[in-house]
């Protein structure tokens, strides 16, 4: 079965844009996550979507937000981008909400540039 | 607080020796679930294991082998006859539900795998 799709793999923006992540679970999977990779902060955690509602949050400003379809893809956005958003994005998708019971399986994740 | 602590930075080996991550987690859940992902230079996380809190059996696929214990709240990962393959960063993860009853992913730092032909 086709994993975890993001699109797309790379981008580089200029501060003050905004930019979409996609997102593209399994098959079956309601539940998609989001986490920030960088190499000064590691893997963070950025916030879930189950069944098109936000159910968790991480510590991360108001300028990234999500959402989620009715068919379970779904879409990050950060706005007024500045250089510190430069890492990759990863997407984890899974059966349930939590996933924990089940398990996360991640995108190749998209690698974002901020210049 | 809920925290996963990786201590080994970077590890480096040749081909063929055994070699073990550490993990190390933090959390007053009493229900929580451990993993380990791979990540190769692709970026992708690939998942290797997860076990949940109250099972402390240890497990065997392969060459990977892992040792849970809760009295020492670790959770090592051992690679036995290493292949240079086997080169990537290596992720402990806790999931748990915290204040909350969301459940998370809280991360190591990683361990980078270095193994040498």
């Known amino acids: 079965k086709a994993g975890v799709t993001q699109t797309p793999r790379y981008l580089i923006k200029t501060r003050g844009q905004q930019v979409t992540l996609s997102c593209s679970p399994i098959?079956?999977?309601?539940?998609v996550s989001w986490y920030q990779q960088t190499p000064g902060q590691g893997l963070q955690f950025l916030f879930e979507y189950f069944s098109e509602t936000q159910r968790n949050k991480g510590n991360f400003p108001g300028r990234f937000s999500g959402r989620q379809f009715s068919n379970s893809r779904s879409e990050m956005n950060v706005s007024t981008l500045e250089l510190g958003d430069s890492a990759l994005y990863l997407c984890a998708s899974s059966r349930s909400q939590g996933g924990a019971n089940y398990g996360y399986t991640f995108g190749s994740g998209t690698r974002l540039t901020v210049v | 607080a809920q925290k996963v602590t990786q201590a080994q930075t970077e590890i480096s080996v040749v081909e063929k020796e055994d070699v073990t991550l550490d993990c190390v987690y933090e959390?007053?859940?009493?229900?929580?679930?451990l993993f380990w992902y791979k990540q190769p230079p692709s970026g992708e996380l690939v998942f290797l294991i997860r076990?949940?809190?109250?099972d402390e059996q240890n497990e065997i696929s392969g060459r990977y082998s892992w040792n849970f214990q809760k009295s020492t709240s670790s959770f090592n990962f051992t690679i036995t006859a290493s292949q240079v393959v086997d080169s990537a960063v290596y992720f402990c993860a806790l999931s748990a539900p915290g204040r909350g009853s969301n459940y998370q992913l809280i991360w190591g730092a990683g361990t980078k795998l270095i193994i040498k032909p």
């Open positions: 076990r949940n809190s109250f």
């Open positions: 098959s079956g999977h309601r539940s």
């Open positions: 959390t007053r859940d009493t229900t929580y679930y």
